[in-house]
């Protein structure tokens, strides 16, 4: 598992305490085959907001179309763009996370206690190695890479076919936020099927989905210890994921599609900054995903 510093200094929290409320800034690349080598767009961002206990984790998708200001970085000057550029004009990789995660924490106010940019051609892997997940398709959608259809009803998937599935959004109802619901859906799985496995109890099979992970994972803990970080996480309890619709709706301007926030984003970021975001799902329902 790779160790960088995948956090700007002004979206980093000054210091770390795992007793106290934490977030961290999930970021998944879309690497596909046959792409162009020159898009380094991120395709899934997410905040994961862990309250203080380590009880529950709030899961907040952030719409990679989302209209915000994107600081200026080498070679880019800085401006309005979509959201998931911000890791495209930073140059991908490290440069790109540090980019997106200054973009967000100047959008939310957030300071984040660590980073992980995931590799989600690699996270097929991971899948493979659990013996593949159970997720429940909801809507029939055909992919528009692999031509496969999903029906509706919960199945086992490899790791190809989970990605492959919830990289879709065109044909559902909701288009992209059914998309960041999948993706939320396909997290809640892996770690559901990691406690089925009792991998503890076979060193042959922990050792290969560490590997996996490994190969999968950049991470960015913020001084942590990540031995210490793994074992404050392994309390979390599977079932007590929350998956949150960031509050915003879709506008076209000059033309282009985007997503822009609207006024329960911002308390929705005032909650995260104030550790109040159980209160808020529970006042918010309509954005909260049952996964």
């Not at 979206?11 to 085959?33: M, V």
Request: aromatic content about 6%; charged content about 25%; hydrophobic content about 35%.
């Amino acid at each position: 598992m790779a160790k960088e510093q995948l956090l700007d200094p002004s979206a980093r929290k000054k210091r770390t305490q795992l007793d106290e409320p934490l977030n961290y800034l999930l970021i998944g690349s879309d690497h596909r085959p046959g792409a162009n080598p020159d898009d380094q767009r991120s395709d899934t961002i997410l905040i994961v907001h862990v309250p203080a206990g380590m009880r529950q984790a709030y899961l907040i998708s952030v719409p990679r179309d989302l209209l915000v200001a994107i600081p200026a970085a080498p070679g880019f000057p800085g401006g309005q763009d979509k959201v998931n550029a911000a890791y495209e004009h930073g140059g991908g990789g490290t440069g790109g996370a540090r980019l997106l995660s200054a973009t967000l924490t100047r959008l939310t106010g957030v300071r984040f206690d660590g980073a992980a940019l995931v590799d989600f051609s690699g996270f097929t892997r991971v899948i493979d190695q659990l013996g593949g997940i159970r997720m429940c398709v909801d809507t029939p959608v055909r992919s528009i890479h692999t031509r496969t259809r999903f029906e509706p009803g919960c199945q086992q998937m490899d790791g190809a076919r989970t990605l492959d599935y919830v990289r879709q959004r065109y044909d559902l109802p909701n288009g992209d936020y059914d998309r960041q619901r999948h993706q939320q859906q396909m997290l809640r799985a892996v770690l559901d099927r990691a406690g089925e496995t009792h991998l503890r109890g076979d060193p042959v099979k922990l050792d290969r989905v560490l590997r996996a992970v490994g190969g999968a994972l950049t991470v960015d803990t913020n001084g942590v210890p990540l031995d210490e970080l793994v074992f404050a996480l392994r309390a979390l309890p599977a079932d007590a994921l929350r998956g949150v619709r960031l509050p915003s709706y879709p506008q076209t301007i000059d033309g282009v599609s985007y997503v822009v926030l609207d006024t329960g984003g911002g308390d929705l970021f005032t909650a995260v900054r104030n550790a109040r975001v159980p209160a808020w799902a529970d006042a918010n329902p309509r954005w909260v995903n049952r996964l």
